[in-house]
């Protein structure tokens, strides 16, 4: 059986703006890649147990509310504390321009803002995991 | 230490590891799963089934808490289903399990089907091995939303639990053969609903006195009709969203296990699951030798020949068989 990429889709925080998580979901299924989706309102702690427990790729973080550079860093701590900082991380929503090289710093692959291209973050994925 | 004894002495990462390792069918998952065989058998493998939106997983999230609050450590394994289309699946699962996220003595692994067809992956038993041979005492199974065939849980689960959402359908839906025939305890979930009386009166008509032994088989008699009475189907009512009824379904699934333990029928289930897992692994290989021994090329003349009425299709099967057995030998 071949290898699929399996992607964790969270979106941490507290505002209810789901629409972009489920429209990057919902591409990632289409590009043939299996898709943890776990909803709105998810802790650090949250998300980096259903990284650990789902054996994923990559984790995708949807963040619209601008709280990204209080949360990202206690995200990367929390899959730090549970050994799994090594899986590649990338964050979607609306980062302003100033945001995207600290979060790098922090350990972020890849920040895409709104109107990208879903075949811009499959692209990604695929060369992240070592599969194009 | 290798993965799978660091898996076997707690380290969840590794756990993890292995488990993709069988799910993907390596050669590494195989030998995993061959390792650390000797352990399983212990688990208490709980299905849960029933249509596409009856509740399943909210269910299985309030099912889960329960079982928690009772000290229990469980392992959940959600199977949704492989678009045919593209290969790739969307594992929502967890979404209505938010509160088992951090608990420490939960285990959740979301599963694409890959293509299987029965309501689990085909890869879904070896997946409950691994998490059983780990030391958790349940295992719950949530399959994809399930129709009416899609029955391959009851090999696998001890105790099957079928959720109906109100509203089904008259009760000679109830009398169809298939998914009804296998469930140990029935629910009817989102009892908070008007509708959700009438369902239990349906389906009470149809099972009144009906004892559960579709997937426990002929010839799998109970080893003393005299002394030990057939399990009653029990019909239960329960709002997920509520968190209603949720204790008596945990009491329902553990006197199930007590009944299969006490009658002797949980050897005889757990013969029959075996015997379908070799069967499972035995189709598995053999698809594999047709692949390497006649090909995709092969396989396309015998469906020219089926396909120009020079042959008939079970004439081209025994013919493409005798050609991987000959091929086979040494």
Known sequence: ?????????????????????????????????????????????????????????????????????ALVPRIIEALTERGIEDVPLFVGGIIPPDDVAPLKALGVQEVFGPGTESETVVAFIRRAVGAA | MSLVQAALAGDRRALARVLSAVENGTEEGRAALATLFPKTGRAHVVGVTGSPGAGKSTLVGRLAAEIRERGQPLAIVAVDPTSPYSGGALLGDRLRMRELATDPGIFIRSMASRGHPGGVAHATHDVVSVLDAAGFPVVIVETVGAGQAQVDVARLAHTVVLVEAPGMGDDVQALKAGLMEIADILVVNKADKPEARQTVRALQRVHQGVTSRGHHGPGAALPDEETVAGWEVPILETSAVENQGIAALVEAIEAHREYLRASGQWNNLVRRHIRAEIEAWLWRDLLALLEARVGAAGLDAAIDAVLSREKDPASVAGALLARVLQEAEP
């Open chain 1, 1 to 69: 059986m071949e290898k699929k990429i399996r992607v964790l889709v969270a979106k941490p925080g507290l505002d209810g703006h789901d629409r972009g998580a489920k429209v990057v979901a919902r591409a990632l299924r289409d590009a043939g890649m299996e898709v943890i989706y776990t909803g709105l309102r998810q802790t650090p702690a949250m998300i980096a147990e259903a990284a650990l427990q789902e054996d994923v790729d990559v984790v995708g973080l949807s963040i619209l509310s601008g709280a990204h550079m």
